[in-house]
């Protein structure tokens, strides 16, 4: 079974500040992704990492994955309310059957 | 949009009872899960689809069956309905880039 460490578990901070979440495993991924999620909602996909050592923008969130495609990383620059939410990273298998997650990360960005 | 629907979005049912989810995708993806997600526990696979007659168990496959009789529906059985199987059932389909995408979640409350 693969397992995926996401820290950590709860962050609040103060609008403007920057962040950074973590998520680490012993196993190597085939891909990794990162959703975001909203009370009553589905995990909405926010962005797939491929390659070891990938790094993708989206305006203010990047996300890089590991050179050995074991870990991953969420930073977010200059924090906004809108933000708050519950943050997934999920690691793909090699055989691309099996999406393992991480336990979230509960952001609360407060103005 | 995902191209996902989920039926029922809500159920309450009583312990010993049958309860049967659909999953319905409009796009004709070979991949289809059924993920449930709980306090404390995130969100974990209970079935696999990788097409028609084909499916595999996940990490908390017990006291559920599967069916995928066509492309486009995957469903999720409950035999017997038991109060640890109150959740929120999330259904995905992985779609080109071994991207996954989740429908919007079946809140299933067995009393």
């Known amino acids: 079974t693969q397992l995926l460490e996401q820290s950590p578990q709860f962050l609040s901070i103060q609008e403007g500040e920057n962040l950074t979440v973590y998520c680490n495993s012993s196993?190597?991924?085939?891909?990794l992704q990162w959703y975001r999620q909203e009370p009553g909602e589905g995990p909405v996909l926010l962005v797939t990492v491929v390659t070891g050592g990938e790094v993708k923008k989206l305006k203010r969130l990047t996300f890089q994955f590991g050179d050995a495609r074991k870990d991953s990383s969420l930073h977010i620059t200059a924090a906004q309310p809108g933000d708050t939410g519950l943050y997934l990273c999920a690691g793909l298998n090699n055989a691309g059957n099996m999406l393992t997650f991480g336990g979230g990360t509960r952001l609360m960005v407060k103005p | 949009d995902a191209g996902i629907t989920q039926s029922p979005r809500h159920k309450v049912t009583e312990t010993g009872t049958p309860v049967t989810l659909r999953c319905h995708q409009t796009e004709n993806h070979r991949y289809m899960y059924w993920y449930r997600q709980d306090p404390g526990h995130g969100l974990r696979l209970i079935h696999y689809?990788?097409?028609?007659?084909?499916?595999d168990k996940g990490e908390v496959s017990d006291g559920y069956s599967v069916s995928r009789s066509k492309t486009e529906d995957f469903l999720l059985t409950l035999e017997s309905a038991t109060s640890s199987q109150t959740s929120v059932y999330f259904c995905?389909?992985?779609?080109?880039?071994?991207?996954?995408?989740f429908g919007e979640g079946s809140w299933l409350t067995v009393v």
């Open positions: 689809s990788y097409g028609v007659k084909d499916t």
């Open positions: 196993s190597v991924f085939s891909s």
């Open positions: 995905a389909i992985r779609k080109a880039g071994n991207t996954i995408y």
